[in-house]
């Protein structure tokens, strides 16, 4: 006998939430001198088959617990930690590179060690299946048996699969121009039995925009890959008399799979309107506008020293030194506030709130390269919002405020 997997991390995972492996051995094994339980990781993006490295990258070594039965030694590894290291890029690295750069794969192995006359001797090796991991984090709770062996899907716990969006399903949302793009994703998974997106479809109410195909793949059938779309505005200037936009995932024979994206176009509005788009907890990005009143500030950092004043021989003050600056930084702040909005959004707002990434979305009008638009990174600067309920606070609304990511004065 020898250490082995009890139970596996499901086959698609959120890398900011625990990826675990639990071992166990029932083996008189784990009553040698210095026994531990052993997990080697393999990390890697391409092809299930013949990208996966031919030795693992990491090992983990853990002295094992007595489960309470008392019936054999068991340990816990999480692996979330090593696997979101690797997830660096950002929305504008994934449109200027291969669509793959956010997914993936990892595969585990499992085995004990011992001493033996001082050195230390290995069990038998069990190996994993593959797993793939996403970014994003999950919520406690949302899955009952996230991470028993029975490996849940993925699709099970996003509300609206396979279009990764955390809108709720009963919301529509309001804007009120055309003239920036929209963002969202989808999730495509070849080479599986469970329903997955061919096509995605913008319509409105004046009829369809555009079918896509949503199945491109830079890798062999096996690979899975989370896309991220943007409604251009070249598509979204035919809807200029709708009342409504409509993004639909659909199978290969354009059956609709889910529920839709929705947006009202409502085009009276009092000021300009502030779009955001965000990483949600599922690694996809989401739009929101910003439709009441905003306002950019500017504030400046400032270093000095003081400089010497007895500038001649004889003990004379000059008026003109004194404190000398040698250090100078703009910081712009953009502070946006909501229009008037269900309760069912506040966990909208917290993700907002907790993501790692986030965008103004400025001048949509680039829709033949890249990105589709001029995006400004944002970082929050809000740190706590107060959540409103609709039977105490009738009329909800949120202001949050923003920095720009990138200083007005960058010194190196």
Not at 1 to 26: K, V
Not at 51 to 58: G, I, L
Not at 260 to 288: A, M, S
Request: hydrophobic fraction near 35%.
């Amino acid at each position: 006998m020898a250490a082995s997997f009890n139970t596996y991390p499901p086959l698609t995972n959120l890398s900011e939430s625990p990826i675990i492996y639990n071992l166990q051995d029932a083996s008189g094994d784990t009553s040698n001198d210095s026994y531990q339980m052993v997990l080697d990781l393999k990390v890697y993006q391409g092809d299930t088959t013949t990208d996966e490295p031919a030795t693992a990258q990491f090992t983990l070594n853990k002295f094992p617990v007595e489960h309470r039965s008392g019936l054999y030694k068991t340990a816990n590894f999480d692996v979330s930690n090593i696997i979101n290291s690797y997830m660096t890029a950002s929305l504008v690295d994934e449109y200027e590179s291969a669509l793959e750069s956010t997914q993936f794969w990892f595969r585990a192995e499992a085995y004990s060690k011992w001493k033996v006359a001082g050195s230390y001797v290995t069990s038998s090796h069990q190996l994993s299946g593959t797993r793939l991991a996403l970014p994003g984090y999950n919520l406690w709770g949302e899955n009952e048996n996230l991470y028993s062996g029975s490996s849940e899907q993925f699709e099970d716990y996003v509300t609206r699969w396979p279009i990764l969006s955390c809108v709720p399903t009963d919301v529509s949302q309001s804007i009120s121009t055309l003239d920036n793009p929209l963002y969202f994703s989808t999730y495509n998974k070849a080479n599986s039995p469970y329903t997955i997106p061919a096509y995605y479809r913008v319509k409105t109410n004046l009829g369809t925009i555009v079918t896509h195909n949503s199945a491109a793949d830079p890798f062999s059938n096996s690979y899975h890959t989370v896309n991220q779309y943007v409604i251009n505005t070249d598509e979204l200037s035919s809807a200029s008399l709708a009342d409504w936009i409509e993004v639909e995932a659909l199978d290969s024979g354009l059956s609709v799979l889910g529920t839709p994206l929705h947006w009202e176009i409502d085009c009276q509005k009092k000021y300009t309107p502030v779009t955001i788009i965000f990483k949600n907890r599922y690694g996809g990005f989401d739009n929101f506008e910003f439709s009441l009143v905003s306002r950019e500030s500017f504030d400046v950092q400032t270093k000095e020293y003081q400089s010497n004043a007895l500038q001649t021989d004889e003990a004379v003050y000059n008026r003109y030194y004194g404190k000398q600056t040698y250090f100078t930084e703009g910081h712009e702040t953009l502070t946006v506030n909501s229009d008037y909005i269900p309760e069912s959004m506040n966990d909208f707002f917290k993700q907002m709130m907790a993501s790692d990434e986030i965008y103004w979305v400025l001048n949509g009008d680039m829709s033949d390269t890249g990105i589709y638009a001029d995006l400004q990174p944002l970082v929050l600067v809000s740190k706590n919002l107060q959540f409103k309920k609709e039977e105490v606070d009738k009329l909800i609304n949120y202001q949050l405020t923003f920095k720009f990511g990138t200083p007005f004065k960058l010194t190196l």
